[in-house]
């Protein structure tokens, strides 16, 4: 029996990657990998280090 279940484990398995080498948060590596499994292309930012990932632009 599972403890925990994730709606989108490719995008968990995309945080696990990430995050063992990325100084961006956790949040923002999760939330740029399901969006990008969503159809996204693209990401605005008001965080400077969550533009240090390809899916984020900062917002001018």
Do not use: H, N, W, Y
Request: net charge positive.
């Amino acid at each position: 029996m599972p403890i925990f279940s994730f709606e989108k484990d490719d995008a968990v398995q995309g945080l696990l990657r990430e995050g063992r080498t990325s100084k961006v948060d956790l949040p923002d590596i999760l939330f740029a990998s399901s969006a990008r499994q969503s159809g996204c292309e693209e990401g605005i930012t008001f965080d400077k280090r969550a533009t240090k990932l390809a899916f984020f632009r900062m917002l001018r």
